[in-house]
Nanobody, 120 residues
Framework: QVELVESGGGFVQAGESLRLSCEAT???????????MSWYRQLPGKQRDLVAH???????NYAPAVKGRFTISRDNAKPMVHLQMDSLKPEDTAVYFC???????????WGKGIQVTVSS
């Protein structure tokens, strides 16, 4: 089973930055089949929405609300995915989830989520 662990969340003021990271591991062996990786976010009582997506080759796409402020990147050797969040706004406050698909272990796999709070 693939395990995704997010890190880097926290509390910041509007206009500041945070960098989220997510590492994919498996209990036995080495992960070699991680393909698409994404970040989603969710508010209480709301649906989980896509924030950013990156393919194995590095192609990216972003939700309109974050385009130009957030940057998704990945390290295929580990594998890890990062989300650099700049010019944060109070409306970016949410629980952020890491998501990944694997050629051998299927998917989607989800992390447990990490809180990001932006104060005005």
């Amino acid at each position: 089973q693939v395990e995704l662990v997010e890190s880097g969340g926290g509390f910041v003021q509007a206009g500041e930055s945070l960098r989220l990271s997510c590492e994919a591991t498996v209990r036995s062996g080495t992960l070699r089949g991680i393909r698409d990786m994404s970040w989603y976010r969710q508010l209480p009582g709301k649906q989980r929405d896509l924030v950013a997506h990156i393919t194995y080759s590095g192609k990216t796409n972003y939700a309109p609300a974050v385009k130009g402020r957030f940057t998704i990147s990945r390290d295929n050797a580990k594998p890890m995915v990062h989300l650099q969040m700049d010019s944060l706004k109070p409306e970016d406050t949410a629980v952020y989830f890491c998501n990944a698909d694997d050629v051998f272990y299927g998917g989607p796999h989800w992390g447990k989520g990490i809180q990001v709070t932006v104060s005005s």
